[in-house]
């Protein structure tokens, strides 16, 4: 899968990245949508938000939408709340393609 990580302040790079796969009690999401906010503005422009600063290259956007690809609740569709199950797999609809 494609993914983009912030490596340091205005660093964003996409790189192909291994396929998550969901442990016991997960789900694995389809990201079809994600917004930006004042949050990823922060991350972005300064590398942190306040004390919480990049301590290793991470995906931004925590506001997205998407389509559980696999597990017990497969093909149910979902918002903010499933960003547990997103944890490494999030692709920011602002990518190019
Ligand atoms: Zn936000």
Redesign the pocket.
Known sequence: MLAVRLHAPRDLRLSEEPDPVPRAGESLVRIDAM?I????LHWFLEGGIGPIQLARPIVPG??LGGTIAAGPRRGERGGHRARAAVRAMSIPAWRAG
């Open positions: 917004g906010c004042g949050s990823d925590h506001e």
